[in-house]
């Protein structure tokens, strides 16, 4: 996947209307953000900010929202998983409600 600018706005719009818990894990740094946008994109009920995951995931040419054979099965969601991320040299315990579990696989750099 190549990084434009319109995927990076739209990452970081993505970012900015997610609820708190996510914040942390939507990053470009992360290299399954798209994976953890699935997970937001099911869980939301924010017609915008599903507009703005959709717009992303076409700027990126994944199809795995509009396409529903290749979208995660809500059996590939994890419910109220606990991850430590290390952020700015803190380690935080974050509740994530639904981070999706999958190989990367199909996300190539």
């Not at 994976?35 to 995951?53: A, E, R, W």
Request: proline share 4%; hydrophobic share 40%; no cysteine.
């Amino acid at each position: 996947m190549q990084y434009t600018k319109v995927l990076i706005d739209l990452i970081q719009a993505a970012r900015k209307k997610a609820p708190q818990e996510y914040k942390s894990v939507i990053k470009l740094t992360n290299p399954d953000v798209l994976t953890v946008l699935i997970g937001l994109y099911k869980q939301t009920d924010d017609n915008s900010l599903k507009d703005i995951i959709r717009e992303a995931f076409v700027e990126a040419g994944d199809d795995r929202i509009d396409n529903p054979q290749r979208s995660l099965a809500d059996s590939d969601i994890v419910n109220s998983e606990q991850l430590s991320r290390a952020d700015d040299g803190k380690e935080q315990k974050v509740n994530i409600d639904a981070i999706p579990v999958v190989a990367s696989d199909h996300i190539s750099f």
